[in-house]
């Protein structure tokens, strides 16, 4: 079975500038979570789909955005792009059962750096 | 082997070593936690988990510890090996009622394994 997948593996952006980042889960999968890891605060939750809806936030700007399409692919969005987003943008999926067992496996990311 | 009390950022130890990565955790109430294992270039890769019901589990080469008491999460590694170098992190959850399980990462620990 494919693991998890993240398109593009690296961006480079300008301050100011947008940027969409794409996940497709594990088939199967119908959970997906973003997450922001930088040296300095680590791995940090952005946020949960479910059946192409936000089930769970983290605590990001509301410059941080995401969707999830019916085949549970999801993107996020950064809009006005500063240089503290420079980071690994990873995504995980799991079958969306509201039970903590239920493990997230991890894409290998997408390295954003904003110049 | 070598064994440390308190989350350390860097860990060095020789190959045939047993190594002992500690972790704490924040909250009393998560009730599920997970090492997760990172490769240069990759996203984190799941190792073992525990539940908050049980203070031990053993894997393959692994063992996980849990220490609800003092909040504080341990992984064991039998005979580490020099693919074992990578950064380790203890994750726990929050399953929020209906909301979606988010992962609570800890400050990870890079181990260096020399032959």
């Known amino acids: 079975k494919a693991g998890v997948t993240q398109t593009p593996r690296y961006l480079i952006k300008t301050r100011g500038q947008q940027v969409t980042l794409s996940c497709s889960p594990i088939s199967g999968h119908r959970s997906v979570s973003w997450y922001q890891q930088t040296p300095g605060q680590g791995l940090q939750f952005l946020f949960e789909y479910f059946s192409e809806t936000q089930r769970n936030k983290g605590n990001f700007p509301g410059r941080f955005s995401g969707r999830q399409f019916s085949n549970s692919r999801s993107e996020m969005n950064v809009s006005t792009l500063e240089l503290g987003d420079s980071a690994l943008y990873l995504c995980?999926?799991?079958?969306?059962?509201?039970?903590?067992?239920?493990?997230?496996?991890f894409g290998p990311g997408t390295r954003l750096t904003v110049l | 082997g070598e064994s440390v009390g308190l989350h350390l950022p860097t860990l060095s130890v020789q190959e045939g070593d047993n190594s002992i990565i500690n972790c704490a955790y924040s909250?009393?109430?998560?009730?599920?936690f997970i090492w997760y294992k990172q490769e240069s270039g990759k996203g984190p890769q799941f190792i073992i988990d525990i539940r908050s019901n049980m203070d031990k589990r053993q894997g393959q080469r692994v063992t996980v510890l849990l220490n609800k008491t003092v909040k504080h999460l341990s992984l064991q590694i039998a005979a580490t090996q020099p693919g074992d170098s990578a950064v380790y992190f203890c994750?726990?959850?929050?399953?929020?009622?209906?909301?979606?399980?988010?992962?609570?990462f800890g400050k990870g620990t890079t181990l260096s394994v020399s032959s």
């Open positions: 909250n009393s109430a998560s009730d599920y």
């Open positions: 994750a726990e959850t929050l399953a929020t009622n209906q909301a979606g399980t988010a992962l609570i």
């Open positions: 995980a999926s799991s079958g969306g059962l509201l039970d903590p067992t239920d493990t997230q496996y």
